[in-house]
């Protein structure tokens, strides 16, 4: 964690597949597609979120955590106590890979929110004290960050090349229904361990190919809310914006799809009336968060994924179906890697989403 | 003689030396087998040969190639055609975004659609201008910033809910042509460009690339020759020109 102030001007490389049943897979297709691109990131960011992973925990929260030394570890695992039931803590198993230098302590937790503390909180939902769990860990406790809240899912991330990390992590070991995956390349922020992504919020996870140019704009707005951004990355402001609109606000996914990324006024004109007066409400009332900028990114959460571009799609991304499965990715041929003869492939337009939810 | 290589788990750099080196070797005709996402195929060659490509060339696909043809037996991805200087390439399939980006020279033919800012920059000087032939739709920016060269978009086989292009078609374009077929909603067009009639000269020159189109692709002339085509022009060499600087 030490690279903090370590910057290489200069794309990025997504991809995301989901079982649409559910059913689980390994993590080495994901690694073979996103290590398809190579090119595309610079060896200073990988990483990967994984839903599905932990069944034998699914009830209890899964906390993935980077400590920089002991003292982190200690003061942290001593406000996890005083706030949870510790049902298992761990290491993380790692693989020793050769390029992947100075990893952080790595370490992972399942967790029950103590109850009694939460009826003596004023905070009513367990996902809200779960929530204000993590932004104390990640503001107030120096050299621990919490990357990974969920359950029955986890990030895992760091320095390096993505198939890497996935290697570093033994991702042929889990299995989980969706695997997203991120190649960095950084441009305006430094790359170190907290910095790769994905970002993650409970069961939310964004990965992101792109850079926002509105994040001053949205972190203030979500400040007012309880968010903190904590990173030196922008990409954790659309994670948070997420989880704000859709846990918080109770939105549809795309409902919030038109506030982050909405029709230009010109074609909100153009609309039948009830229509645009709807996107107009929005545009006037979510305005801090409309987020501006060149990206791609891939949403992931327990029940499904979400692609999306800006809107006027200033980063490539390209869909597939197939069977039971959905890909999303950068590149058409990360696709055909792990899926050569996809049943559909396409591009979607700027700002229209590709949505996939789990049948049930 | 037909040369083969198999692309399979070569990375762009390995990749690009064999196609090379086949090409300095005076191969007519050299054959890419199991092509998968490698960057940059065909970039800079020079010379008088056939390329195909079966799989799905990665970016920049014939990016300043001075030359060849390549065939793609499926789709490519963004940039192909980048800043190109002279050769052909056709694609049996669609292609990514800024198809054509900047290109200078040759044709490049697609069958299926393009993505956003198809033929961004595209320029001539003199007798050499590039072409850019759609068969499908595209996406929004087509013909941004276009400074010359020649831009036709077909739109066959398009669902209902579909249109044959996006938003902000021809923002900023100085120079060239674009023949849609069909009627476009005037909302589709940028500021800088205007529709005009068709004349005579028109028409010959589109016949002469919806032949080729049809003989690559196995369409036929007279549906796409029973339809009306509109021209897109710019209205001014230089749009910008008094952006700073008042009249």
New interface residues.
Partial sequence: MDSKNFRIPSGCSICGIMNKKGRVFSGNDIIQSIA????RSNGLGGGFAAYGIYPEYKNYYAFHLFYSDKNAKEETEHFLHQHFDVILGEKIPTRKIKSIKNPPLIWRYFLKPDSKRILLSDIEEENDYVFSCVMKINTYIKGAYVFSSGKNMGAFKGVGYPEDIGDFYRLDEYKGYIWTAHGRFPTNTPGWWGGAHPFTLLDWSVVHNGEISSYDTNRRFLEMYGYKCALQTDTEVITYTFDYLVRKQGLSLETAVKIVAPPFW??IE?LPKKEADFLRTLRYVYSSLLINGPFSIILGMSNGMLALNDR??LR?L?AAVHGEFLYVAS????I??ICPQPHR?W?P??GEPVIGFLEK | MAVSINYKGL??RQAGELLKKAAADGEKQINLFNV??Q?YIAAGLKGNFFINIH??P??DLAAYMDGPEIFVMG?A??GCCNTMNSGRVIING?V??IAGYAMRGGELFIKG?A??RTGIHMKEYGDTVPVLVIGGRT???LGEYMAGGIIIVLGLGMEPCDEIV??FCGTGMHGGVMYIRGKINP?KLGKEVKSVEMEEKDYILLEKYLKQFCAYFNESLHIIEESSFQKIVPFNKRPYGNLYTPH
């Fill in positions: 398809l691109m190579h090119e010109s074609e153009r006027i799609k490539p390209t590149e058409e041929s990360a055909r890697e492939v591009a337009k700027g | 990375n762009f998968n996402g960057r799989g799905t990665g970016n789709n991805q963004d669609s990514g975004d659609n993505g956003y996406g929004d920016f996006g938003n909302h």
